[in-house]
């Protein structure tokens, strides 16, 4: 390391090579505001940093280095630089057996063809960074507006940005129109989420709103350098002023504008450009780097090292032999040569043909040349395009079009389409993925007694409250003994007397306080004051002091907006129980307590993050009392609690977890004047902390959130989606093995997975949770293991339950015990779980023997790592954002649309790919090993059998149209086959028809065909020399043109045998590639004289003519052709008569012949952003069956009605 850093100062210094070594970086950056210089500390200030421009750049090439970078990345390929070398080899050696042209032409063919399909790429990328480089944005100078191209704003710039107006770069906001300082942005295009989100500048900045008062501003901002995570910002702005000291802020988030984002309901803003171009968040993560492999591209790189090593071995045993036999029989008695016809023989720099180490060397490179077409050079091309063309089937399904968001499916990359069909673990997200993430408010806990939500009241729940000790004994028994049915989500009856007591104390509990203050909600009203609706476009920022006196009272037309579900439907409890929130301003919050309004000033937000679990806020009320105001997590909460009804809050949480709710536990205390000025300088004290503000903040807010008064729970239940039960009992079913990672409470996960049918009544359920130190948690695996053992000899499924805390202890040091287990068990929850847990279990399971293929599903920024570290990343498109989607390689709106995905899809998708691979290398055996049998015949001298044209456009065009489109549209089974047997599914798994005995098969097959079509032709004319009705003599190139014309129809016959499904796409595939390669033939036999040809040995001229006007060659062709697929034909029966699939698809094809009528067959009606060809699966209308739970869905949306 330091003769690296010696050697990178070295070179800095160095004019010549300074340019070569990037320039070392700062850890923080200086911006000056208005790009205005200003003296710091007292010393004059310099120009330091260069920044780069605003252009943007998303394209890879330029119109000057497109085709040597293009070229290079092409050849940086191992198939594609093999062939170079061999083409390169054909044109280095001399006198080589055939053209140069055979290797060349086809892998220029290859080139070509990936080059305009990037060009074109390319070409839609620039188009696309034109449009946003030249759009006009106005900066400040010189105290005016002045309009310029967006690539032109440079770092420190001060720009206007106007209402719906993406912001060109990351901006520091440093005033709006509005009176705050605040503005709405719009984040989809970062994160997806479609919700309002609010900014505002720092109280210094927020009167400058005019170009002559910006253009004064003196100061500049101190800050980090570019990072990609979109809600972490540290940096300060410093303003001086001559007549005052310097004034430092800290810089949050919450002050950043970033490039992509939209401006709404706001008419103006001005910020400070503090990164540009490539430096903005949205660019740093616009670099996907994904290094996931499929499994067939793995074999497929063993298939070609194996093919490598059955070349060289051919290679070398001719080359043998040719040696062993040269000097025999070669020269005659008076010393010329015998095989005058061969030159090459003797020519290259041995002219009287001795056996030289040269000379054996050069054979072996001619024999290498021949044999090298068993590689076919247009696989990757083919696989390619398959691949790419078979993802959009994904998007067309109509039936994973999800109606409530309006979304089809989406494909986005092509490369593991493939590994669909191969899942063996399915690790899932919670709340969002398997359930709706829309909550509603059902139970509390205030001061120690239970309540429950009955018609817009809050009534006492004195029955369960009595109940709750057995109750909590009856869920400690169930925990330690077998799974039965899930629990009950059925409420006990409330009597209606009871519904009116004690409303009015708990309406003045601090409960409803801290739920109506604590939180980040925004609110948005329909500016024509109808309901509010999902076009921001027509809804307005409320003003708290322009409302009408009905706003006032009840807030019915008011829209809240939360980045989480909860706190929305916390907010929403309280305005139903008449306790509203009307929003801030100047940080004033004002909530209505059932017709009184209170204000409250806000001073501090500690948001909420997934360590801490929870979330505060320091606000002053209408007394002049200072509250810190906390809600989170019980497990975060209750242990910073030092008052208040603690035990028994825990009982209820836990009861309510029993049911399956979400739970949220709620406290408060209040604070003197002293305490509150020394909590607030500590944290602005660690807001500028440049360089361990993440650290200095967590320890402010732990002395923040110490010594609570516990007031009470909240539980709002999130429901499961449709399906979810069906879907998870079919995985099972297909030998998928689903883990369930969630952040919630162990309660309420247990209780969702028995819902789910993650967990049955089959199971026996352990637990490996609240270890109290990593001895006890060793101790505890050890006998967890026994216990597994033992369930095992019983033959019991063993469902595991673990938690973060726990599992945090053992990762590291224990992980293949842990590993082990889990592995054995049936179904595993892991709850309390952060982001890098999941994605560390994931990783633990990747890493396990067997290399068992795994697939991660989540909705939400949380599911992110662990989406990207599983083989196969999966996002639903949910209420969280889009991060989830965007990151993933597939998505879609639902999770029971997996089941389609991956049974259906998946299963084709492998099937179709798999069967591509080994046709590719069955057909080049069964074609140029004839090359290998032919040496024997001539003198083992590296002759090819096969015309410049044959060996040229084999792989291009004879062979390759119906291979591809049998990978678009092969449906060996159907599927609604696939989707009523998910057991078919688990024999694809672990890459079962790339096994060695498929390869094989296919290639022993090959070699039998292509012993048919040599032998069986060299039989014919070695006893029949002359051919056709003119008695021509027959020559090699009728010899080989016979070889081909029956080994491309066997290779043919042999790809329909493997096909069960035909469309009409699919024969007019066949009849192109039999009527034009002929015809090509046919034209180039009867007009291309010898030269053309491009080699010295063969004439093509009249072939076809010889070969075609000859009752006997047609005679041969048959019986030949029969005998080479024979035991294609015999395999093909014995499947069909023995697979239980096959089977029963004839079965029910024979009922539905006599059982559909034309009027069960029901019409859907299409999307109309889908095209008429998403209807059509594999060119076949796709027959939708009646979807009762679809209907169910429309029916709640109140949408069109739409007949499945």
């Not at 850093?5 to 923080?28: H, M, Y």
């Not at 802020?249 to 503090?274: D, E, H, V």
């Not at 500028?688 to 709002?716: M, P, S």
């Not at 056709?1028 to 009728?1038: E, F, M, S």
Request: net charge negative.
């Amino acid at each position: 390391m330091k003769i690296q850093e010696a050697f990178l100062g070295c070179a800095r210094r160095t004019p010549l090579l300074k340019r070569c070594v990037s320039p070392v970086r700062p850890d923080k950056r200086i911006v000056y505001l208005g790009g205005r210089y200003v003296d710091i500390d007292g010393e004059e200030a310099t120009v330091g940093q260069k920044y780069c421009d605003n252009t943007v750049t998303t394209s890879k090439y330029t119109a000057w280095n497109f085709i040597f970078k293009n070229l290079y990345e092409q050849f940086l390929r191992i198939a594609n630089f093999y062939f170079l070398v061999v083409a390169v080899l054909m044109f280095v050696v001399p006198n080589t057996p055939v053209s140069p042209v055979t290797s060349a032409l086809p892998l220029a063919f290859v080139l070509v063809v990936t080059a305009l399909k990037q060009a074109y790429e390319d070409y839609l990328r620039h188009k696309e960074d034109k449009v946003v480089n030249l759009r006009e944005y106005e900066v400040i100078k010189d105290g005016r507006l002045t309009t310029i191209k967006s690539h032109n704003i440079q770092v420190g710039d001060i720009v206007k940005v106007n209402d719906n107006e993406q912001f060109p770069c990351d901006l520091v906001l440093l005033s709006s129109s509005d009176d705050q300082g605040q503005c709405t942005i719009q984040t989809a295009n970062l994160d997806g989420e479609t919700n309002l989100k609010t900014f505002i500048c720092v109280p210094e900045t927020r009167s400058l709103d005019t170009p002559g008062q910006l253009d004064n501003i003196q100061g500049y901002i101190d800050c980090q350098q570019p990072i990609t995570d979109l809600y972490k910002f540290v940096g300060n702005i410093i303003l001086l002023d001559s007549s005052t000291a310097p004034v430092t802020k800290a810089l949050l988030a919450q002050n950043i504008l970033l490039r992509g984002a939209k401006l709404k309901n706001t008419s103006y803003i001005y910020g400070c450009a503090i990164y540009t171009g490539p430096d903005t968040k949205l660019a740093l993560n616009s670099v996907i780097k994904s290094g996931k492999r499929s499994c067939v591209e793995k074999k497929l790189n063993t298939y070609l090292l194996f093919f490598l090593g059955y070349m060289f071995i051919q290679c070398a045993l001719s080359t043998i032999l040719r040696h062993l036999n040269l000097g025999q029989d070669w020269k005659n008695p008076d010393g010329t040569r015998s095989q005058w016809y061969i030159p090459f023989l003797f020519d290259y720099g041995n002219p009287q043909g001795d056996d030289t180490s040269l000379q054996q060397f050069i054979d072996f490179l001619y024999f290498y040349i021949i044999y090298n077409y068993v590689i076919p050079i247009s696989l990757y091309v083919t696989i390619e395009l398959q691949k790419f063309m078979g993802s959009l089937f994904f998007g067309f399904d109509v039936e994973m079009y999800d109606v409530t968001i309006n979304e089809c499916a989406k494909a986005n990359t092509s490369d593991l389409n493939e590994e669909l069909g191969q899942v063996d673990y399915l690790f899932c997200d919670k709340t969002g993925t398997l359930t709706e993430n829309e909550m509603q408010f059902r139970q509390c806990s205030i001061d120690g007694k239970l309540y429950i939500e009955e018609g817009g009241m809050f009534v006492p729940n004195e029955r369960v409250q009595m109940e709750m000790a057995a109750a909590k004994t009856a869920r400690e028994l169930q925990r330690t003994t077998s799974i039965g049915s899930a629990a009950s989500n059925t409420q006990p009856a409330v009597s209606s007397a009871a519904a009116h007591d004690n409303v009015d104390g708990i309406s003045t509990s601090p409960f409803f306080e801290v739920l109506s203050l604590c939180h980040t909600v925004q609110i948005e009203l329909p500016s024509n004051g109808t309901a509010a609706n999902s076009d921001h476009d027509n809804i307005e920022q409320v003003d708290p002091v322009e409302r009408t006196d009905m706003d006032e009272v009840d807030g019915v037309h008011y829209k809240y907006n939360a980045s989480s579900p909860d706190e929305k439907a916390l907010v929403e409890a309280c305005r139903m129980f008449g306790i509203v929130y009307h929003g801030s301003k100047d940080n004033q919050l004002r909530v209505t307590f059932h017709g009184k309004t209170r204000a409250y000033k806000l001073h501090e937000v500690l948001e909420f993050d997934s360590d801490r679990k929870c979330m505060s806020v320091i606000i002053e009320n209408d007394e002049g009392e200072y509250q810190v105001l906390c809600k989170g997590a019980e497990s975060a909460v209750l242990k910073r609690c030092v008052s208040g009804p603690v035990d028994i809050t825990i009982e209820h949480v836990d009861y309510f977890a029993s049911l399956g709710l979400r739970t949220l536990v709620i406290a408060s205390k209040t604070i003197d004047v002293q305490e509150f000025h020394r909590l607030r300088d500590l944290i602005e004290t660690a807001k500028q902390n440049l360089t361990n503000r993440d650290e200095a903040l967590v320890e402010a807010f732990e002395q923040v959130e110490q010594g609570l008064n516990v007031i009470g729970a909240t539980a709002v239940e999130d429901k499961l989606q449709v399906g979810v039960k069906e879907t998870i009992e079919k995985l099972r079913m297909a030998g998928i093995k689903v883990w369930v990672l969630t952040g919630d409470k162990e309660e309420t996960a247990v209780n969702i997975s028995h819902s789910a049918g993650h967990f049955d009544g089959s199971m026996s359920l352990l637990g490996f949770t609240m270890q109290a130190s990593a001895e006890d948690a060793h101790t505890n695996l050890l006998n967890l293991k026994k216990s597994v053992d033992g369930l095992e000899l019983e033959n019991k499924q063993v469902a595991l339950v673990v938690d973060g805390a726990s599992l945090a202890m053992i990762i590291e040091e224990h992980c293949n015990i842990f590993r082990e287990i889990c592995l054995r068990c049936a179904a595993v929850l892991c709850c309390r779980m952060t982001p890098i847990q999941k994605s560390k279990v994931v990783k633990l399971v990747k890493q396990s023997k067997g290399n068992p293929t795994t697939a991660a599903i989540g909705d939400g920024a949380n599911d992110v790592s662990m989406i990207q570290e599983a083989h196969v990343g999966i996002g639903i498109m949910g209420k969280e954002g889009r991060q989830a989607a965007r990151s993933s390689d597939y998505a879609f709106g639902k999770f029971r649309f997996l089941l389609k995905a991956l049974l259906v899809h998946g299963h084709y998708y492998y099937i179709r790919l798999a069967v591509l691979v080994q046709y590719f290398f069955y057909k080049n055996v069964a074609f140029i090993t004839a090359n290998f049998y032919f040496i024997f015949f001539s003198a083992y001298s590296a002759m090819s059998i096969y015309d410049t044209l044959f060996l040229t456009f084999y792989n291009v065009t004879f062979t390759s149209l119906p291979i591809f489109l049998n990978g678009l549209f092969e449906k060996h089974v159907p599927e609604d086959v696939l989707l009523e047997n998910p057991k078919l599914y688990s024999k694809i798994r672990k890459n079962h028809l790339m096994n060695v005995a498929f390869f094989s098969q296919w290639n022993l097959l090959g070699l039998w065909h292509s012993i048919v079509s040599s032998f069986g032709i060299f039989l014919m004319y070695v006893h029949h020399s002359e051919f056709g009705r003119n008695g021509l003599q027959t020559d090699i190139a009728v010899y080989g043109t016979a070889i081909l014309f029956i080994c491309t129809t066997v290779v043919q016959i042999k790809l329909m045998l493997v096909t069960y499904y035909w469309t009409w796409i699919t024969l007019i595939g066949y009849a192109i590639t039999l009527i034009c390669n002929w015809a090509m033939v046919a034209i180039y036999s009867r007009w291309a004289p010898g030269f053309v040809t491009l080699t010295a040995s063969t004439s093509m001229s009249g072939v076809l003519g010889v070969l075609f006007s000859s009752g006997e060659f047609w005679l041969v062709v048959l019986l030949l052709i029969i005998m080479a697929v024979l035991p294609d034909l015999v395999i093909r029966a014995y499947n069909d008569m023995t697979d239980p699939v096959y089977l029963s698809i004839a079965k029910s094809r024979a009922e539905a012949t006599h059982s559909v009528s034309p009027c069960c067959v029901q019409e859907v009606s299409t999307p109309k952003h889908v095209s008429e060809g998403a209807c059509w699966n594999g060119l076949q209308p796709t027959r939708v069956r009646p979807n009762d739970e679809l209907e169910v869905e429309l029916e709640m949306l109140h949408s069109d009605t739409i007949n499945t």
